[in-house]
């Protein structure tokens, strides 16, 4: 697996040193910035392909920098790494299509261990593509494509979207799907799985193709005959 490249966008200038050298040791290439303004800025510079992002923070937090981020990237990684630990903030989190919502404080090792999981899972992924009635669905370039429009889809919404592709006319249980994608079946990830449902479902144009949610198991991905 390919070490990501990592930008940390922090005030906590200790707090972000101490994180920066603990995944330079473990061999990431990594950049800092002090708030969202200049996090954008070095965002644009760099590119990297995940962003470790605190939420509170002056001259523009991490939720604005984050849907500044979206408008145009649905393909970063955005974990967000904060003490802001509600429901809403959560949610929020991922409506803005994070991939992960992490609490401070947490042990480095285990970022570490989540940012492995995700990129080796990226890395996993093969170049086939899906044709699902008349839409086209390309993993990689985490695509839809229907009657000549294209939707853009997060990491997240395109990897739960290939479970279900791989699996069409089945059940895909909601803790496999937990388990795979988010890497553990907590509270707050089942509810962010029913947020990634909800978006996958706006994005899907084609009427013979549905997600249906079957109760206490899990969803169908259908194709009308």
């Given amino acids: 697996m390919m070490k990501p490249d990592i930008l940390i966008v922090d005030d906590d200038v200790r707090n972000a ?3 920066r050298r603990f995944l330079e040791a473990e061999g990431f290439r990594v950049d800092y910035a002090p708030d969202g ?24 937090d991490g939720f604005e920098m984050a849907e500044c981020i979206r408008h145009d990237d649905k393909r970063v990684v955005i974990f967000f790494l904060t003490d802001r630990t509600e429901k809403a903030d959560r ?30 899972s990226l890395t996993m ?15 990689n370039l985490s695509s839809l494509t229907y009657g000549g429009e294209t939707h853009s889809l997060s990491v997240r919404q395109s990897e739960i979207l290939q479970m279900l592709a791989e699996n069409i006319g089945n059940v895909v249980e909601r803790d496999t799907i937990l388990t795979q994608v988010w890497g553990d ?23 013979a193709v549905t997600i249906t ?13």
């Avoid at 303004?37 to 523009?60: C, F, H, Q, T, W």
């Avoid at 570490?112 to 999981?117: F, G, L, M, P, S």
């Avoid at 992924?125 to 993993?139: G, M, Q, V, W």
């Fill in 17 to 19: 040193a101490l994180l």
């Fill in 37 to 60: 303004s200049s996090g954008l800025e070095r965002y644009a510079a760099l590119k990297p392909d995940l962003i470790l992002l605190d939420i509170n923070m002056p001259v523009m």
């Fill in 91 to 120: 949610l929020k989190g991922f409506a803005l299509k994070g991939n992960d919502y992490i609490a401070k404080p947490f042990y480095p090792e285990e970022l570490v261990a989540k940012i492995n999981e995700r990129f080796e």
């Fill in 125 to 139: 992924r093969n170049d086939k593509e899906y044709r699902i009635a008349s839409t086209l669905f390309h993993p």
């Fill in 185 to 207: 079946v907590s509270y707050a990830n089942s509810l962010a799985l029913n947020v990634q449902i909800t978006y996958l479902r706006r994005l899907i144009d084609d009427p």
């Fill in 213 to 225: 949610s079957i109760k206490k198991r899990g969803y169908i991905l259908s194709v009308k005959r």
